[in-house]
């Protein structure tokens, strides 16, 4: 009997916190558009129709938020322009991308920042704890612009014709790159010969021999089909990428208290998450693209030849206070600082 009671006892507890989760914006209707930077099925279009269902379902249906994957409002340029201006409300876009709206999130394109493992704990760490997140959002302000978390979405991995083993593999490489200044200036220091080109492109690009080589997470490789035209995948373990979901200031702050507190909530509770979700997606899209292509071959770069190219990539980072607008060495300096206090606190080597 005791058993029974306590069943339902806890069975009344989480039917009475979840009503207490629901339907708790009284204000009037809110409507909104969110804008992907990737496509139907992609990471930050799921995360934009998990987004909008939360906040319909927590205000009740009175918050009411409209997803548009890529290709359906524009470009990718496109969306980061016309969420400044207001006509969308909220972006999810990477980090590179929004590097040529606000010059200072070129910091998180640098290479060998971060460790081997537990990014996504130390991205929560940095931006529950950390200096850099209030120093970024105040870059952002300037744009108009709010941003909402930073998103793990895997490492970068090299796809490329050739094997690369070691920095002499790299010299001269056509590679492409997102549009983002140092970026390109990171991997000119590896010896590659860097170009940007429109993600809807590259496919046809390696296809032709425009490029010989591209850089993005496995799962994009897998989803844009660019194994198909190449036959290796290497992870230099020099960068991640992270997307970035970001709001209209001026739309944010005519929002009530409650709804900025939801939304910066469910914004802020999806990095670990989203950090599981690209590993395992990442293995996942490993696993297809060797079923689809058995003759393809993945390397991840040893200790010493890491070693040699993080070497390269630190001369880079001067390149990004010149470049990056205003506070950037202020910024620089907080995110390295993070990083290192990160690693401290979640016992990283």
């Known amino acids: ?4 009671i306590s069943i339902v006892f806890i069975l009344v507890l989480f039917i009475t916190m979840n009503a207490a989760s629901a339907g708790e914006y009284t204000g009037k209707p809110i409507k909104a558009k969110y804008a992907s930077g990737q496509r139907e099925g992609d990471f930050m279009t799921i995360m934009g129709r998990k987004f909008a269902d939360h906040m319909k379902e927590w205000s009740d249906g009175k918050i009411d938020i409209a997803v548009f994957p890529l290709g359906t409002l524009g470009t990718t340029k496109d969306i980061t322009e016309t969420v400044q201006l207001g006509v969308i409300q909220f972006a999810g876009v990477s980090s590179a991308w929004w590097s040529t709206v606000v010059p200072q999130t070129q910091v998180m394109t640098l290479n060998y920042l971060w460790p081997s493992e537990k990014v996504p704990e130390v991205l ?10 209030p120093l970024l959002e105040e870059s952002y302000n300037k744009k108009g612009l ?3 978390a930073l998103l793990y979405q895997g490492w970068m991995w090299l796809s490329s014709n050739k094997e690369i083993k070691s920095l002499d593999d790299m010299k001269g490489l056509k590679l492409r790159l997102m549009s983002s200044k140092l970026l390109v200036e990171n991997y000119r220091a590896y010896g590659a010969a860097p170009t940007t080109m429109p993600f809807g492109e590259v496919y046809s690009g390696l296809q032709m021999g425009l490029i010989e080589a591209q850089i993005n997470p496995v799962w994009a490789i897998y989803s844009m ?3 198909e035209v190449q036959d290796y995948i290497t992870n230099l373990k020099n960068e991640t990428i992270q997307g970035i979901p970001v709001v209209n200031k001026q739309f944010f702050e005519g929002l009530p208290k409650n709804v900025q507190q939801e939304i910066t909530d469910f914004w802020w509770n999806q990095i670990i998450p989203a950090g599981k979700f690209f590993d395992d997606t990442d293995a996942v899209s490993a696993t297809k693209i060797k079923k689809n292509k058995p003759n393809i071959k993945f390397n991840v770069l040893d200790d010493a030849t890491i070693a040699a190219f993080r070497a390269k990539a630190e001369k880079a980072y001067p390149t990004f206070v010149e470049i990056g607008g205003e506070g950037s060495q202020e910024i620089l300096d907080a995110l390295l600082r993070d990083i290192k206090n990160a690693k401290i606190a979640l016992g990283i080597k």
Do not use: R, S, T
């Open 1 to 4: 009997m005791k058993k029974i």
């Open 124 to 133: 929560a760490w940095i931006m529950k704890k950390g200096e850099f997140m």
């Open 146 to 148: 709010v941003p909402l």
């Open 225 to 227: 089909k660019f194994y």
